[in-house]
């Protein structure tokens, strides 16, 4: 069996020594424990002056973490800005806040060039190397100029958008061509594999094949041939429902229980971040309390959004818009005894959490686009089969495409999702039921390791270059 390499941009290797609880940790780790191999990234540390020279290695049985430290100049040009000020915005169809300069976009290639110095003397040649994230497009076309000809497999945890808005990219056909360069090119979605496919049709000479099984392509472009499919990403089933039959009675969420008094909860829980719909989320909140003022002093609305990116303009500006707006309506509905939102920017780990899906009546999440959103899985995993809430998740989530038994709303209607909520929490037991039954049907059947093994799967039979089923 080949080694797995795992590159993304970065580690789940805590600075301590312990590593990460996260659904992608734990299975990547997984992959990684039964063929030993290298997790190879950034290691979340911005350094003064120059980027670290030779990476930190650390041991852990067959498994080895390399990572480097990048300088203040790298970090600025490559993470917060062309991957998090250009793709990031432009992945999430929101062309009106992407910054394109050069200066950026070189910081992306050179970074990434950086990342394959250190990575290559580091490989053997049958390696299997799977490479994460918008981060690292080009990391690939790095290995091969270095002469790397091993399997490569690339996915994408984002969206990728149509090629109306890709085009809008100086040097778009660069990027392409560089994701070209690996064997395996994978999505969350058939409409992410779409953008894909089209951008390949209508922008370079390439050929695209539908292959096989629905939401399998082989793509003739660039010299090279390569297969592009949809796994969607998913979560640990098992381990969250048995981490939420106890989790229920932890500490933290008998304080919340108690906090509410008999009150219903709704729960949303994101990164704070504009692609996932909050301020659009507290106005449909309002808007239920407006319609349907019965709610008032019943009903809190729990949203958790830990700060993220905290450099970037476009992430202050949300954060201070909705601080705003939390305070507004909270100084509209509150009681001297309720306060209508409890809007809290940190973080919680994963029993915690899971204690707090577990006892919320409604698990609302609404992204204006999402690769996939995780939080819509693991709040239904949560639940309590014999009393279940219920998802109110955007059409636009790629979760949508797997979940069509939750409450599936268009984030931007305000009014439709103030009506999904009231539907939400006034649902009889018996459509619960029936629901989450279906929903966990779902996932029990694509969890993680589905994903992880449909995926190193795939990447083991490459190169594609004959015909595949
Ligand atoms: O959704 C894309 C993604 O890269 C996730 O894989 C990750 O959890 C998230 O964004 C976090 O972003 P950052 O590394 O910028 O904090």
Redesign the pocket.
């Known amino acids: 069996m080949s080694r797995l390499v795992v590159v993304s ?2 580690v789940a290797l805590m600075e301590e020594g312990k590593q990460a609880a ?1 659904g ?1 940790a734990v299975a990547i780790l997984a992959a990684l424990k039964k063929t030993g191999g290298i997790w190879f990234g950034w290691s979340g540390k911005v350094v003064d002056g120059e980027s670290q020279v030779e990476p930190t290695r650390t041991e852990a049985g067959k498994l080895t973490y390399a990572t480097l430290d990048l300088g203040r100049r790298d970090h600025e040009e490559y ?1 917060n800005g062309f991957a ?1 000020q250009t793709l990031w915005p432009l992945f999430h169809y929101r062309l009106g806040l992407i910054s394109v300069n050069r200066r950026t976009r070189e910081g992306y290639e050179r970074v990434n060039a950086y990342f394959a110095d250190k990575l290559e003397p580091l490989l053997r040649t049958d390696d299997m190397i799977w490479v ?4 690292l497009i080009p990391f690939g076309d790095e290995l091969r100029r270095r002469g790397c000809s091993q399997r490569m497999g690339f996915f994408l ?2 969206p990728f958008p149509p090629p109306e808005l890709l085009t809008a990219l100086p040097n778009h056909r660069d990027l392409i061509r560089e994701l070209c360069a690996y064997d395996l090119v994978g999505f969350h979605t058939i409409t992410d594999l779409r953008g894909f496919c089209d951008y390949i049709r209508t922008e370079t000479d390439g050929t695209v094949e539908q292959r096989g099984a629905y939401g399998t392509a082989m793509i003739r472009a660039f010299g090279r041939t390569l297969l592009a499919k949809v796994f969607p990403i998913s979560i640990d089933t098992p381990a969250l429902e048995s981490l939420a039959r106890t989790a229920g009675r932890s500490r933290q969420a008998e304080r919340l229980r108690e906090s509410l008094v008999g009150r219903r909860l709704i729960i949303g829980v994101d ?1 704070l971040d504009y692609s996932k719909g909050l301020p659009q989320r507290f106005a449909a909140f309002e808007q239920l309390l407006e319609s349907y003022p019965e709610h008032c002093n019943r009903v809190s609305f729990l949203q958790v959004a830990p700060p ?2 905290e450099d970037v303009p476009e992430y202050i500006a949300i954060r201070r818009e909705l601080s705003e707006m939390a305070g507004r309506i909270n100084g509209r509905f509150a009681e001297f005894d309720w306060q209508p939102i409890r809007y809290l920017n940190r973080s919680f780990g994963q029993r915690v959490l899971a204690g707090f899906y577990r006892l919320a009546n409604v698990g609302l999440v609404t992204p204006l686009r999402d ?1 996939m959103n995780l939080v819509a899985k693991e709040y239904v995993a949560c639940q309590d089969a014999d009393d279940p809430g219920v998802l109110v998740l955007s059409q636009f989530a790629g979760a949508a495409h797997e979940m069509g038994e939750a409450l599936i709303v268009n984030p931007f209607d305000i009014e439709g999702v103030g009506d999904a909520l009231q539907r939400a929490l006034t649902m009889p037991l018996g459509e619960r039921k029936e629901r989450h039954a279906a929903l966990m049907q779902t996932l029990r059947r694509h969890d993680i390791s589905w994903w992880r093994e449909s995926y190193v799967d795939a990447l083991t039979r490459a190169p594609y270059d004959f015909p595949v089923t």
């Open positions: 941009n970065r996260g992608l993470y998090n994460h994230d918008y981060h945890h984002t990164r993220s990116r690769g």
